[in-house]
């Protein structure tokens, strides 16, 4: 999950494996996979960033926790 800024400052968590698409409006539009959509003050260069961010911290705990195991 990542954290996004709504339009009016409120933060919240996405689930991102359920974006169906980012939307390059005057503002950022990310449309989940159920086609409710998410205005946000993000870019999707900074979206994309907190993916990838994520997505290597779960890839490292993963090798940690294969490493261990194969001890």
Known sequence: MIVL????????????????CIELIPETKVVMMNHSYYL????AE???QKIA???AKVEDIHRIISIRDSR
């Open 53 to 55: 961010e994520y997505t």
């Open 40 to 43: 946000v003050r993000e870019t």
């Open 5 to 20: 800024t709504k339009m009016n400052n409120d933060r919240f968590l996405v689930n991102f494996s359920q974006i169906e």
């Open 46 to 48: 900074e979206i994309i």
